[in-house]
């Protein structure tokens, strides 16, 4: 699994790094999609995060030491970030603050460059790292980074790469089922994915009397906050059919 997870996030941090290469000097300074952040914030929010994985990489543990409380799930990890984002933020607005656009462009470039050299030289494993959420096997650290590149590649307009989109489509369907379960509703994100979730009568045999249905990247942007469902519904982003199908009451997950 550490192969295929390496594979989909090192290529798209890449792609992000490519396109911020690409942008403007007057593009860093302006509003992003994302409330109260520049495009610049968000830059050097993503160039963070590859470094810390190449920071989580240096103290790594083998994944059967008995050192320390159990590995943070991914979904556990997610589930925290609410509670770390004002840190999270005045860090990037901090970095943005002292960098200029060449800087910007030049340090994402060598983050991602050092997290990809990090990340090539592990060969024992699934390691437990240090991460910002505790102690988690690399595995599910990846996990998470897929994440941030896929959602913060969205938010500076770049499209993500297949198997990254994948890892964080049936990472988000996981941690939909986990804070909402159930068998009431099937939710579907073709090709990628398939839960029931929400409390209520099972669905064993036939077509399920609830549905809801969504593309890929419509389904990320959902569940990180950057589509409200009403809109996603009205323009036909998502399909939901029957009395239980409407999810809006559970989202954003982010």
């Known amino acids: 699994m550490l192969p295929e997870l390496a594979a989909a996030v090192v290529p798209q941090w890449r792609r ?10 007057d593009a860093f300074a302006a509003p992003s999609v994302l409330p109260g952040w520049t495009v610049g914030d968000l830059v050097m929010h993503v160039g963070r995060s590859a470094t810390a994985l190449t ?3 240096a103290p790594a543990l083998p994944a059967g ?3 320390g409380p159990r590995p943070v799930p991914a979904v556990d990890y997610l589930t925290g970030t609410g509670a770390r984002a004002e840190m999270i933020a005045d860090t990037a607005r901090s970095l943005a ?3 200029g656009p060449a800087g910007m462009r030049r340090r994402l470039a060598a983050e991602v460059s050092a997290a990809a050299a990090a990340l090539a030289q592990v060969t024992d494993g699934d390691p437990v790292v240090a991460t910002p959420g505790g102690p988690m ?3 599910e650290f990846l996990r998470t980074l897929a994440v941030e590149a896929v959602v913060h590649g969205l938010d500076l307009g770049v499209e993500p790469l297949r ?4 890892v964080v489509t049936r990472l988000f369907a996981e941690l939909f089922a986990h804070r909402v379960p159930g068998h009431t ?3 579907r994100v073709p090709p990628f994915v398939a839960v029931q979730v929400v409390e209520g009568p099972r669905h064993t045999r036939g077509t399920p009397p609830n549905v809801v249905e969504a593309g890929p990247v419509a389904f990320v942007l959902l569940c990180a906050g950057r ?6 519904v009205a323009d036909g982003r998502i399909s939901a059919s029957g009395e239980r199908a409407d999810l809006s009451g559970h989202l954003p997950l982010l």
Do not use: I, M, S
């Open 16 to 25: 992000v790094a490519d396109a911020v290469g690409d942008l403007p000097d």
């Open 55 to 57: 920071q989580a990489l």
């Open 65 to 67: 030491a008995a050192a």
């Open 97 to 99: 603050a002292g960098t």
């Open 137 to 139: 096997l690399l595995t």
């Open 163 to 166: 198997p990254a989109l994948k």
């Open 185 to 187: 509703v099937e939710l």
């Open 227 to 232: 589509l409200a469902w009403g809109d996603a």
